[in-house]
């Protein structure tokens, strides 16, 4: 999927909604234990109940491989059931990986080709050679992590250089020379509020994946505020309020509501736009 | 295994050997092609041929995942073989995960718990919520990335602040606040020569984990005059050198061999110290 048709998505659903599946076996409903694949059943049900309300869906990495084997077996499952069923959604493996060269090309084919994901994460510490090789796909996504939600990123991620820069622009200052628009976007948490602005000061254009509304306390109206462009620009994700609104036998409708909630909201921010 | 024992082992074998099972289908002997599991039989003969002159063992993670549920598969039987025949080896996931407090704990459990590995590659960007979660295991380790041996590692690890410390430097600072020297390795890059001084200034007593001797070109009497200290503290990797020394039916052998002139190398190096 590329920049103009994520665009028409966001359009045609009034959502720019990414779902994370942080899928968890001690957070999913207790009657979902006894079926083969509790995971599995549980992503399906949360997808078919929110596919309406959002873009893109985020697996989450961790929460699949603390299982081994079959936690590897549930994802490839609901890879392939998003990308059977709903094909137009994209689908993020966040995954932050970061290595080099000739691992991260490893990477990159476990993701692209072998998985089919639409964009990994990748984390940026490592440099130019750690990214550039999930750049030579077509219509595939690196989003680098530039300035995320957590406490944590205060302790590099703010520090200054000579020039009083601090690093996550230098990353997004630097990765703009390793590939374009049409292939990278940034990880920009929610919760940092005015940042936004230098964030659009550096990536103008560039799609940004912002997780921390939710949960994590970040406000979709200030992202939107700050950090929507001429085409959107914005992928917001919202994992535990969506998938855990709900750990009874009505998880599914009540996911169904939440997304529905959040989609409400970003169409009125939408309509700013249109 | 804690520091003390990891250098009675680096004692006993008189060797302070990693060996990176980057175990790639495409570069194993076409010969075990046609086994089941052509990757764990690949592994298990050259852990059988290689145990005597190393200490410890590190499966790249990107190496397995890219092969799917096959490749997870293969990744727990090689870690089940090693415990089983081999325990006083260290087991290093090779990983370079990096996320906030809530997937890190997910993380750690999967290495630590799930896998039951001695060790795990972290990645600082996201700062200390993304590491303490696996700090919480007794004689587990976290082996920080802070100087990398590729050429990225310029891109952002060297970036100076306005004290003019680089990034790696800071770092390895931060982090001594977030564990000790039983808990925290670093990834110092072999191909960084004297910049081994500046780390030891920081780190005198840690252990590091230095990759880039071999097909990345660094020097072993280097990393040992700049990197050496009381206690060993380093861990010294070779993948490609070892595990691809033959392509034939006698890559066991070969590895062996590679191994064994390595593991003399390094029996030189300790002599200065003991």
């Known amino acids: 999927m590329n920049k103009q048709e994520l665009f028409e998505e966001i359009k045609k659903k009034q959502s720019f909604l990414c779902i994370g599946l942080d899928s968890d076996l001690t957070k999913i409903p207790s009657h979902l234990l006894k079926e083969k694949d509790p995971i599995f059943s549980f992503n399906k049900s949360i ?50 990986r ?24 990748v984390a940026p510490y490592m440099g130019k050679d750690s990214v ?10 690196v989003i680098l ?7 944590g990123a205060k302790d590099f991620q703010l520090q200054q250089n000579k020039e009083g820069t601090p690093l996550f622009e230098e ?15 940034y990880v920009i948490g929610a919760t940092q509020g005015e940042l936004f602005k230098k964030v659009r000061q550096c990536v103008p254009n560039h799609f940004l994946l912002v997780p921390g509304v939710g949960a ?8 939107c505020r700050y950090g929507m462009n001429k085409t959107c620009g914005l992928l917001v994700n919202s994992s535990r309020a969506i998938i855990y609104a709900s750990h009874s036998f009505d998880f599914a409708e009540s996911a169904s509501r939440a997304a529905k909630q959040v989609q409400t909201e970003m169409a009125k921010e939408l309509s700013h736009l249109l």
């Open 145 to 151: 992590l530039a300035l995320t939600s957590n406490e």
């Open 47 to 96: 997808v078919d109940a929110t596919a309406n309300y959002c873009v893109a869906y985020k697996p989450n990495l961790a929460f699949y491989e603390c299982n081994g084997v079959e936690g590897w077996i549930s994802l490839e499952k609901t890879i392939d059931y998003i990308q059977t069923n709903y094909p137009h959604h994209l689908i993020i493996a966040d995954a932050k």
């Open 216 to 223: 994590q306390g970040g406000s979709l109206k200030d992202v």
């Open 132 to 141: 550039t090789p999930f750049l030579g796909y077509t219509n595939k996504w």
């Open 171 to 185: 990353v997004l200052t630097a990765s703009q020379k390793w590939g374009n628009e049409e292939q990278l976007m």
């Open 98 to 121: 970061g290595d080099i060269g000739n691992t991260a090309k490893m990477y990159a084919q476990c993701f692209f080709e072998k998985m089919k994901v639409d964009a990994v994460t």
